[in-house]
């Protein structure tokens, strides 16, 4: 039985590898910055204590979550002339990218949802989203996430690894994975692209439709002009989010250098993307944020003299 599998890696070009470590480090640690300070910002100001905002903190930790899965070690193999992972690291990333990615999906409906009441129903908004429903949105994305990835895992796990231990990428996932089985596997791929793909689909499509629906019935509506705003916000990164993983998990001829490219777009650049696109054309979280920064500063100030007085 196989006890560790060998990345091929992204390219074996010296002055691609170069480029390709500053662009992944550069974008890892702006999207952890980035998702950290979100964090920080709605936790300390009050003002930011409504459900919308606790929906995009919890968005930030799963994209603290996906960059922390898959980035670490791709940025760790890049130079590396043998991409090695054991078969326990392996499964073990498999299992966190899809717990991830599942709450990441129910979380981007939940704050659809949260748009839908914004706008629709603006007198109900907080006897709608309370914060048990807030909380009981949040259990059921984790829960949701968990049940999604066991249910695929616990049929890859025992599959028979005897034969080939060379995995075409710098990452573990299920279709990598499967096709190193000895054993016939179209079944499971069939499961696979069922779970991911057809889920990713059709959650992608309904959730463009619901912000179709949301634009047609108050696209005349002055008042509801600042829920309005936010919209495109939530699009790009409803597009972001399932574009790679559609394509993954569901494009019927499938290319490794394409699926390569999408994952680092999943994994690097999303991440970091999604604090930008939901603080560039909102005032109170910019400031907010601007805010918490100065303070942060002025502690670190604080800290570096004490020592000297």
């Known amino acids: 039985m196989v006890s560790e599998f060998v990345f091929l890696g992204l390219t074996n070009s010296w002055e691609i590898q170069l480029l390709l470590f500053l662009f992944s480090s550069i974008f890892y640690m702006a999207s952890m910055l980035g998702n ?3 964090v920080l910002t709605v936790m300390m100001n009050p003002h930011l204590h409504s459900p919308m905002y606790f929906l995009l903190a919890n968005l930030s930790i799963t994209d603290l ?15 590396r002339k043998r991409k090695v992972i054991s078969f326990g690291g392996c499964i073990a990333q498999i299992f966190f990218i899809h717990i991830i990615g599942g709450v990441e999906m129910v979380l981007l409906i939940a704050m659809a949802f949260d748009r839908y009441v914004a706008i629709c129903k603006p007198l109900h908004y907080f006897t709608i989203m309370s914060r048990k429903m807030c909380l009981q949105l949040l ?6 996430g968990f049940i999604h990835s066991v249910v695929q895992l616990g049929f890859v796990v025992k599959l028979p690894i005897c034969g ?3 995995i075409d990428s710098f990452y573990c ?8 089985a000895c054993t016939d596997t179209f ?7 069922a779970n991911s793909g057809f889920i990713s ?12 629906f949301i634009l047609i019935t108050k696209h005349s509506s002055g008042s509801s002009s600042k829920a309005l705003s936010t919209l495109s916000a939530h699009i790009t990164a409803v597009a972001l989010f399932f574009g790679p993983l559609i394509f993954i998990y569901t ?12 994952a680092i777009f999943y994994a690097v650049l999303t991440p970091f993307l999604n604090p930008v696109i939901y603080t560039f054309r909102n005032q109170e979280m910019k400031v907010a944020m601007m805010r918490v920064c100065r303070q942060l500063v002025s502690h670190r100030k604080i800290s570096l003299l004490m020592p000297v007085l």
Do not use: Q
Not at 65 to 79: C, T
Not at 139 to 144: K, M
Not at 201 to 206: A, K, Q, V
């Open 251 to 262: 494009w019927p001829f499938p290319s490794t250098h394409l699926d390569k490219f999408l």
């Open 139 to 144: 259990v059921a994305a984790w829960i949701i």
């Open 173 to 180: 996932d299920f279709p990598r994975f499967i096709k190193l």
């Open 187 to 193: 079944r499971l791929e069939s499961m696979v692209t």
């Open 164 to 166: 080939p231990n060379v």
């Open 36 to 38: 950290s300070l979100i």
């Open 65 to 79: 979550g996906v960059s922390s899965v898959i980035s670490p070690k791709m940025i760790y193999d890049i130079f």
């Open 201 to 212: 689909l059709g959650s992608f499509f309904t959730l463009i439709i619901s912000y179709i």
